[in-house]
């Protein structure tokens, strides 16, 4: 079955409050998507990000392995987390992805895995 | 013999790339496949005559000579098709890629273009991508020409087909009829695509000339088709009402030497009264079914245009509550501006102006029409220097030589 990738992001200054009522209502309601797509068998994985902050970018090159701090793309929006699903076809990751960006309250890209 | 061959061919090749999709389950392979059968009978038909059903002919021509084509091609042609498949709904013995019937019968299933609509102006698309798709492969015209009609270089269009087929095959984009729940918006975007077709051939965004009548042809042909085969869609038939009652006034709309002529100075006696005729007939179909939306509340309106013998004896006050009808439907700041216009027929210029200070123009901002009305409207109010400067910034966006030399015209006259 096709594979999708469903990210979500947001501005790169963006720093979850667990504690306040907005969070935790995306909080719970990230849960109960997550219930319904293992219920549905199409959950493959999925996990929330640390800020863009603290990434390290990695290159190797002739055998040199070289490290610098920060993302990779320096932009204003920056992925915050993520799903794997199993879907039949696109409409249905369109579908999933739409129950996705009204759990995360933002916006979610859709892309398709290879193979 | 061309000729004939040439109606087969409009009439037939969008329906035939349609069903060989399906078939073979792929957008590329069927389009070559249609195209050599088409050669093949550009050869054959001269001497045996056309066939008693050329569609049903060109398709399982088609079929044929792409899975010979597979088979030279690879030894496990098989594989080759099922990695290239699009999904279908299994309904149908073609699903299987069985190899072995090759003398069977292709039927042109009328679902198919229905099918391949949808998939053409997929949500997932650009606008743009999805308008280039239908006119590819439902109108089947030549990448060439549609670059052509949409005056863009041939490389840029054919990149943008050749992206869009992409971004649906690596995407696992279905071939099917969307779920009843799924349907009024997936038919919405089909709509609004063949109207974008329409609206591009019927003002140009640019260029020398007011119209390009081919593009028009084909949005009315293509919505045509859709209604024979969604007979039960009221918003399918209000489209074609829309698009049938804006065509009829065509031939008023640039004077002899070209120049644009607006609504209100038509030569009404140039109107086409046939498809006056039929626009109005639809427009009475749609609405008897009392499913009102968008397309259908702008065909009333064009209706209601269409009926005044002059532009005096227009009823406004009726375009107002359509207007008001549509807002609900679709509160969109474009509405909101032709309420305005409406409003100042039937009030004056101080109430329209007034109806378009109502409006958030933030997104008006760039929108010619916008600067273009509101010009009109403070001329109108004796708002000389204002009406100077809204011309100006209506000119600026203007990117149509015909309307721009119109508005120039409306300025100096000032």
């Known amino acids: ?115 | 013999m061309t000729d004939a061959l040439e109606e087969v061919f409009r009439r037939e090749a969008g329906r035939c790339t349609a069903t060989l999709i399906r078939v073979l389950g792929d957008i590329d392979l069927a389009e070559d496949a249609v195209a050599e059968a088409f050669a093949t009978a550009a050869e054959r038909w001269p001497k045996t005559g056309i066939p008693p059903n050329p569609g049903g002919w060109i398709t399982t021509t088609a079929r044929n000579r792409a899975i010979d084509r597979l088979r030279r091609e690879s030894t496990r042609s098989d594989r080759h098709l099922e990695a290239h498949r699009l999904h279908t709904d299994s309904m149908d013995p073609d699903h299987d890629p069985e190899l072995d019937r090759l003398d069977d019968f292709v039927d042109v299933v009328p679902d198919d273009q229905l099918r391949l609509m949808f998939l053409c102006a997929h949500p997932a698309l650009a606008a743009d991508a999805q308008v280039a798709l239908i006119l590819r492969l439902l109108a089947s015209l030549e990448t060439k020409e549609i670059a052509k009609a949409f005056l863009v270089p041939e490389a840029t269009m054919a990149q943008r087909i050749v992206r869009a087929k992409r971004k649906l095959h690596d995407n696992h984009a279905s071939y099917r009829i969307p779920r009843a729940a799924e349907l009024p918006d997936r038919l919405h975007a089909v709509l609004t695509a063949i109207y974008l077709i329409y609206t591009e051939g019927h003002t140009a965004t640019s260029g020398q000339s007011l119209t390009r009548t081919g593009l028009s042809t084909e949005a009315v042909r293509l919505g045509r088709t859709l209604i024979e085969l969604m007979p039960d869609e009221p918003e399918a038939i209000g489209l074609v009402a829309l698009m049938l009652l804006t065509e009829s006034r065509r031939p008023a709309r640039s004077s002899n030497c070209g120049t644009m002529v607006r609504l209100a100075d038509q030569d009404r006696s140039r109107w086409d009264p046939a498809l006056i005729t039929e626009g109005h007939e639809l427009v009475r179909a749609c609405l008897r079914r009392n499913q009102p939306g968008p397309f259908q509340i702008q065909a009333a309106i064009a209706a209601v245009h269409a009926a005044a013998p002059t532009a005096e004896a227009t009823d406004w006050s009726q375009i107002i509550a359509l207007y008001d009808q549509l807002y609900a439907l679709r509160p969109h700041p474009v509405v909101a501006l032709n309420r305005s216009v409406a409003i100042a027929e039937l009030h004056g210029p101080a109430e329209g102006l007034a109806a378009l200070a109502e409006i958030d123009t933030a997104t008006l901002d760039k929108y010619q029409p916008y600067h273009a009305a509101r010009a009109d409207l403070l001329a109108l109010a004796g708002r000389r220097d204002e009406a100077l400067g809204a011309y100006d910034r209506a000119i600026e966006l203007t990117t149509n030589a015909v309307e721009r030399d119109f508005l120039v015209r409306q300025q100096a006259a000032l």
């Open chain 1, 1 to 115: 079955m096709p594979q999708y990738l469903i990210s979500v992001w947001h501005d790169e200054t963006f720093e979850v409050d667990f504690s306040t009522p907005d969070a935790q209502r995306r909080v719970a309601q990230v849960d109960a998507f997550n219930s319904e797509l293992q219920q549905a068998g199409a959950w493959v994985f999925a996990a929330g990000l640390h800020p863009a902050s603290s990434a390290t970018v990695v290159r190797s090159s002739g055998g040199d392995v070289s490290m610098t701090d920060g993302p990779y793309a320096e932009t204003k929006e920056q992925m915050g987390g993520f799903w794997v699903i199993d879907a039949t076809d696109l409409d249905a990751a369109l579908e999933w992805a739409g129950k996705a960006a009204a759990a995360c309250e933002g916006p979610v890209e859709v892309r398709p895995a290879q193979g």
